[in-house]
């Protein structure tokens, strides 16, 4: 059988940029491939590459924010397949045969996850230099990996078919049964504690490797979000605890991280910057966050993020979801000028004095912006604040009436899916969950020092008002808004807020089940919090409150099947809140 290498082993061991070849249709990777080190190194980087691709970072995009208050369409009608699937999305008229329902990206790279791990054990009997440790850390990302793909699907889709068989073949056929949400939850966690028992070491690499690939930072992250999630669907205490273990372990390493770096004397790149000044955390200061976190990649608060370079590798999903698309001089998204260019009641930001409400969106302050560019993680160039600037307000700003560039050659800004910011609000986020004083403090002080980093002025930072669990958790909820928006954890945020306030979720029965089975009775789900949905709503200058009512079931918070798959696969179930006209059902 031919040997059909899929990445240049070259390529991992030198740059961040992954080498590729596309496999064959119908051709098998057959015995003969499996015979050394090389072969199983160019399938593990493969994986990573797969995870590259534009359809799945589109749909960490479209999943992960597109449908919260915190992106909606460009005002301008662009048009085309994608455009119409997320102006219909926005509507309430969502259809099984909307583009973002297709989740063959994900499914194509847990399948690669699979096949390594079916594979890779053998090759160690067979080549001296492909070692059993090696093998273990191979063993280790892919097993990471493939959790964090079907943590996105189970998030997205809520009731996922789960196989953990490797197809050798692309005319093979994954015919499985859809899962409910407790049991995928919990092969995910199975996956990611034995990826922790030899796991790549966060100080294993001194560049782009020690977070572009899985280590025991990064498969502690994804731990602690899959343990929120699932506290959050079942009101579970002890699933809260277990985030708030995970979410430490991350943030005691990446302590001890930087206090290594401090004794060793050496620069503290990949990723410089100052760390905050009086700082708890080894967090970057405000001034120099922007540039190291985003522009440059791979900082210092990193945790695990996707390497591009803008040629081999290129972002195309966010360049054509931020910035350009279609030869068109916009995104196909733009943030909200309701509640993102100026502050206020129902804003994103309390004040201007933040350095984020500046980052985040071009000409943020205009009032005639029909709507707002992003600028987070599209703009390669600094705002310049310094030091010297930072307690004047009125000089602070350089970017503050900045034009958006008209073009970008290369799009190379790397996709982040953890930083140390983000663990530290999880832990806030589950420490409010223990509704006791102790939990409350510490939750109130997480929430701070990613507040006071950002601050111009840090006698402007949050102060505590908060005099209730549910102001508490408010203030999570809104830092994490101001912090992460954008980078595709914001619709995440508000499914987990509304499902800790609502009872009878069944987690170990998917829709079709609770629905009863082909006579569906949409009327037996969950109606979502009311709360959680006003703030969905709040992007809409009008119609928000139709828009709500399509939306108002456990059901309506997840994708539909799409349509080809359901055909390919006679065991798939619809998602029964859609009819047969293809819209929402609106239910009473």
């Known amino acids: 059988m031919k040997k059909y290498i899929l990445f240049a082993i070259s390529g991992i061991l030198l740059t961040s940029c992954l080498d590729t070849s596309v496999l064959p249709n119908d051709i098998t990777i057959g015995e003969d491939f499996w015979k050394d080190k090389a072969d199983v190194s160019s399938m593990v980087s493969g994986t990573y590459k797969a995870m590259c691709a534009e359809a799945v970072i589109e749909r960490c995009i479209v999943w992960g924010d597109f449908r919260s208050d915190d992106l909606n369409t460009v005002a301008s009608n662009i048009g085309g397949t994608k455009y119409n699937s997320l102006k ?9 045969n909307n583009t973002y329902s297709d989740w063959t990206a994900l499914y194509q790279v847990i399948n690669r996850c699979n096949i390594v791990l079916s594979r890779a054990r ?3 009997e067979i080549d001296p230099s492909y070692t059993l440790e090696t093998y273990n850390t191979d063993e280790s990302q892919m097993l990471a990996l493939r959790a964090l793909c079907y943590f996105y699907l189970v998030r997205a889709f809520r009731d996922v078919p789960y196989s953990d068989e490797a197809f050798m073949n692309s005319s093979q056929k994954m015919l499985a049964e859809q899962q409910a949400p407790a049991y995928v939850l919990q092969r995910c966690i199975d996956d990611l504690e034995a990826a922790l028992q030899h796991p790549l070491s966060p100080m294993g ?16 992250a994804i731990l602690a979000d899959v343990y929120l999630w699932r506290a959050s669907m079942m009101h579970s205490t002890a699933d809260f605890q277990k985030a708030i273990q995970y979410c430490d372990a991350v943030i005691d390493s990446k302590k001890r991280q930087n206090e290594l770096a401090q004794e060793s004397g050496t620069p503290r790149r990949p990723g410089g910057g100052a760390i ?10 405000g001034e120099q966050a922007y540039e190291e976190i985003f522009i440059n990649g791979n900082s210092s608060e990193s945790i695990f993020e996707l390497q591009m370079d803008g040629t081999n590798d290129v972002n195309s999903a966010l360049c054509n979801s931020y910035w350009m698309t279609g030869g068109r001089n916009m995104g196909l998204m733009a943030a909200p000028q309701s509640i993102f260019n100026k502050t206020g009641e129902n804003m994103v930001y309390a004040n201007d004095y933040d350095y984020r409400y500046w980052d985040n969106c071009f000409k943020v302050n205009s009032t005639d912006a029909a709507d707002l560019s992003v600028r987070k993680m599209v703009d390669r160039s600094s705002l310049g604040n310094t030091s010297d600037t930072r307690n004047t307000k009125s000089n602070a700003y350089p970017g503050s009436n900045i034009n958006r560039p008209n073009n970008a050659s290369r799009f190379q800004q790397n996709w982040i899916f953890y930083r140390l910011s983000d663990i530290m609000l999880m832990k806030a986020e589950a420490l409010v969950q223990l509704n006791d004083t102790a939990s409350f403090v510490e939750a109130f002080n997480l929430v701070r020092e990613v507040n006071k980093r950002s601050m111009a002025d840090t006698l402007q930072a949050v102060t505590n008002n908060c005099v209730s669990q549910s102001d508490y958790e408010q203030l999570v909820l809104q830092e994490r808004q101001r912090e992460l928006c954008f980078e595709g954890k914001r619709w995440f945020d508000l499914v987990r807020y509304s499902y800790r306030h609502v009872d009878g979720i069944q987690a170990d029965k998917t829709l079709y089940e609770i629905a009863g089975g082909e006579a569906a009775n949409v009327s037996r789900f969950v ?29 309506h918070l997840y994708f539909p099947i799409l349509n080809s798959e359901q055909k390919a696969n006679y065991l798939l179930h619809q998602n029964p809140v859609y009819d047969e006209d293809d819209v929402y059902v609106k239910t009473k």
């Open 88 to 96: 219909d999305m926005a509507a309430g008229n969502m259809d099984y």
């Open 527 to 555: 109606q979502n919090y009311p709360d959680m949905m006003s703030l969905m709503v709040r992007k809409y200058s009008e119609g928000g409150n139709a828009i709500g009512t399509k939306m108002n079931t456990e059901a």
């Open 122 to 124: 053998d090759v160690v």
């Open 276 to 285: 905050s000044e009086d700082a708890q955390f080894p967090l970057i200061s």
């Open 205 to 220: 690499f001194q560049d782009w490797r020690r977070y572009g690939l899985l280590n025991r930072d990064a498969i502690n």
